[in-house]
C-alpha cells in the first residue's frame, strides 16, 4: 500500500474536500483524484463519496481513517529515527498571529528553514483562531491567556502588557483608579474577552465593555492612540506608543498578570520532531530576547 496515497486519503478526510486537500498538499486535484482512485481499487472498497460539496466518508472510510492517520503518523516518527542527526525533512504548516508574528516570530521561522534546507515551511499570518485539525496545520504560535481546549499547549515565554490610553482621553474622560471603574470606560478590545489584574496576589477578573473591537493587535492600539478609549495591549506592541508619549500607561497599581506566548499542536502521542525544534528555537529566542517579553518591567 502506497503511503503517500494514504497520506493523500487523511488529508482529504480531515479537509473535507478534494479541492481542499489539494492545496493543502501543495498538488493539483487531479493527482489527488488518482491517488484516491489507486487505494480504493487496492482495497476493493469505496473510502469517499463524492458529492457536489465535496467528499464524504463512506461508512468503510470513516472506520479506515483513523487506522490510516494513525500510519501516518508511525512513519512520520519512523523516518524521523532514522534521518542523519539533526536534519529535518518534510512540510511544517504552522499558524502565526499577524499582530507582530512578522516582526517576532518570522525571524525564527526564517533561521529554522536557514538551518534545515530540505524543510518546508508554509507559515499563515492570521490573529483568528485556525482550527488546526480541520484546516491541516501542524502547530501553531498564540500569544494571550490560553482557552480550555483538547490542544496541546507547550508555553515558550512570558508575555506582559499593561492598561493604556492616550492623553486626550485622559484628559476628556480621566483614568480608572481601581478594576471596578474599567466598565465605565470605552474598552478597546478583540471580542468579549476578560481583562485581569493582581490586586496583591488575588486576580481581579472584570468584563470591560466598547464600541471599538477589531481582531489584531496593531489595530488596537492604533485605536488607542487615536482617543477611543483605554486598551489592554502587550508591550512589544505599545512600547513605541509609550516612549513618544502617544500612549500613557494607566491603573498601574494593579497590573495584568502576565500572558504567554504558546506551541500549540493536536493532541498525540508523538510531537513531530520539526514542531519539538521550533519549540526549542522559539524557547531560545524567547530567553535571548528579554525585551520581548519584559518592556518596561
Keep these: 500500500m502506497d503511503v503517500e496515497e494514504l497520506q493523500t486519503f487523511v488529508e482529504v478526510a480531515e479537509a473535507g474536500g478534494i479541492s481542499s486537500a489539494a492545496r493543502r498538499l501543495g498538488v493539483s486535484k487531479s493527482i489527488v483524484s488518482r491517488r484516491l482512485f489507486r487505494l480504493e481499487a ?13 467528499a464524504a466518508l463512506t461508512e468503510a472510510g470513516t472506520a479506515f481513517r483513523e487506522y490510516a492517520a494513525r500510519a501516518c503518523a508511525e512513519i ?3 523516518k524521523e529515527a532514522i534521518l542523519p542527526a539533526g536534519d529535518l525533512r518534510g512540510r ?3 499558524a502565526v498571529p499577524l499582530s507582530f508574528g ?3 516570530f518570522a525571524p525564527v521561522l526564517a ?3 536557514r538551518r534545515h534546507p530540505l524543510l518546508h515551511i508554509h507559515a499563515s499570518y492570521s490573529d483568528r483562531f485556525v482550527d488546526l485539525i480541520a484546516e491541516g496545520f501542524d502547530c501553531a504560535i498564540r500569544v494571550g491567556y490560553l482557552p480550555d481546549s483538547n490542544l496541546i499547549a507547550r508555553r515558550i515565554g512570558p508575555i506582559y502588557g499593561k492598561l493604556v490610553a492616550s492623553p486626550g482621553y485622559l484628559k476628556a474622560y480621566g483614568a480608572p483608579e481601581t478594576p471596578d471603574e474599567v466598565i465605565a470606560h470605552q474598552a478597546i478590545m478583540q471580542g468579549t474577552e476578560e481583562w485581569q489584574f493582581m490586586d496583591g496576589d488575588a486576580v481581579v477578573t472584570v468584563n470591560p465593555r466598547g464600541r471599538f473591537k477589531a481582531d489584531n493587535a496593531l489595530a488596537l492600539v492604533t485605536a488607542a492612540a487615536a482617543g477611543l478609549g483605554i486598551a489592554w495591549l502587550p508591550d512589544c506592541v505599545t512600547h513605541d506608543y509609550v516612549v513618544s508619549g502617544a500612549l500613557i500607561p494607566i491603573m498601574t497599581r494593579y497590573p495584568p498578570p502576565p500572558a504567554g506566548a504558546y506551541v500549540i499542536r493536536p493532541p498525540g502521542q508523538h510531537p513531530a520532531r520539526k514542531i519539538r525544534v521550533l519549540t526549542e528555537l522559539l524557547i531560545e529566542y524567547f530567553e535571548q530576547n528579554l525585551h520581548f517579553a519584559e518592556l518596561d518591567h
Excluded: F
Design 42 to 54: 487496492e482495497l476493493g472498497i469505496q473510502l469517499l463519496a463524492r458529492t457536489t460539496r465535496g
Design 76 to 78: 512520520e516518527v519512523a
Design 92 to 94: 511544517l504548516r504552522v
Design 102 to 104: 512578522p516582526t517576532h
Design 111 to 113: 533561521e529554522m528553514a
